[in-house]
């Protein structure tokens, strides 16, 4: 299509908006797959991966646009307007490279083709029990001529899932080391939020996608799902001084309360001896409301310093490294947990010193 006739296309109606947008990324996908992908799959003689490799390059193709709009919006208020003012951006480079490994699709594709048996086995599993039949679809079999409601229904489904996922991840010691890695970062910035550990990732990963065919959301949906999830985390981790408001931080997870979650004190650990917030606050991945309903939300408390109490010098805190780059991030996590089993074993063996 001639550039002016696109231009004129953007007057027209929505749906030609979604057909050029259709086309300009179906042209980055096939660009980057003759120019790139092709001679590389035929280099390593892996040309029988075409289709998916194809396939597969629209989530980079979407990635890269998330990630470029998420930058040219939320960078400049970031810099116009922080919240945190830093003496200096060191370790946030970091955090940089996790997102891009992320939305740009590495990470899942790695995770795609290592998990992909797994997943053939557990469906197989999961259909002999008769487990398939849960599909969301079948509850209310005018779902798909509702492509909004779906999207809506399927969105609180899983977030659903995601608050008590969260929670494990905090409730679980060994479990909780891995997730401490996302809330190492002391400088909460837009690319904080992919700052995770592998495992934790891959967990994650298996998780929801298994989720998401059991109640039967649609390929297309769970893309959408993933981008606009990924776009609304990004914008609670932002260091900035904007937020939702008093009603709309209650509708919709914004900066300021995903950022008590990951304040010293209060996300995590025991903070005013209160039993349901035993194991912190403010867990809700897009929706506050499970925490509204299950006892954990926190929407008064003034914005605090983020990161782990270990973290913090003696006699606050230990003094703990949690790793500068991404591979000491990653290993650390690990010795956290060997330390762990080491110290449960030895309480089994009954040979700890008293105190
Ligand atoms: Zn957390
Ligand atoms: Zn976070």
New binding site residues.
């Given amino acids: 299509m001639h550039p002016l006739a696109s231009l004129a296309a953007l007057s027209a109606s929505p749906a030609a908006i979604s057909h050029l947008f259709d086309q300009l990324t179906g042209a980055a996908q096939t660009w980057l797959f003759v120019t790139l992908v092709q001679p590389l799959l035929w280099h390593l003689h892996m040309m029988d991966m075409d289709d998916l490799a194809y396939d597969g390059l629209l989530w980079v193709v979407y990635g890269a646009l998330q990630v470029l709009l998420l930058y040219l919006v939320l960078r400049p208020l970031e810099w116009l307007a922080p919240l945190e003012r830093w003496e200096n951006r060191r370790g946030i480079g970091t955090d940089v490279i996790y997102t891009l490994v992320n939305r740009l699709g590495l990470l899942p594709l790695i995770l795609f083709l290592t998990l992909q048996p797994l997943f053939d086995l557990a469906l197989a599993w999961l259909h002999l029990h008769g487990l398939d039949n849960l599909n969301l679809d079948a509850l209310w079999p005018g779902m798909s001529l509702h492509p909004l409601a779906g999207f809506l229904i399927y969105l609180v489904v899983l977030d659903f899932a995601g608050y008590w996922y969260h929670r494990w991840q905090h409730q679980i010691g060994w479990w909780w080391e891995l997730h401490a890695v996302?809330h190492s970062q002391r400088k909460l910035s837009m690319w904080?939020?992919d700052r995770n550990h592998f495992l934790d990732d891959a967990l994650q990963a298996a998780f929801f996608a298994a989720l998401a065919l059991v109640i039967g959301v649609p390929p297309a949906q769970f893309v959408a799902l993933t981008l606009v999830g990924g776009a609304l985390q990004s914008v609670q981790?932002a260091n900035i001084r904007f937020d939702f408001g008093r009603i709309g931080e209650r509708l919709l997870v914004g900066p300021r309360f995903?950022r008590l979650?990951?304040a010293v004190g209060f996300g995590h650990e025991l903070g005013h001896g209160n039993r349901a917030r035993l194991y912190g606050c403010n867990f809700g991945v897009l929706l506050p409301w499970w925490d509204m309903l299950f006892g954990s939300a926190d929407f008064s408390t003034p914005t605090q310093p983020t990161g782990v109490r270990a973290q913090l010098p003696s006699p606050a805190g230990l003094g703990e490294n949690y790793g500068q780059g991404l591979w000491a991030q990653q290993v650390l996590a690990f010795v956290r947990i060997g330390r762990r089993i080491a110290s449960a074993l030895r309480d089994a063996a009954g040979t700890r010193p008293a105190t």
């Fill in positions: 996302h904080a939020d981790h995903h979650h990951h």
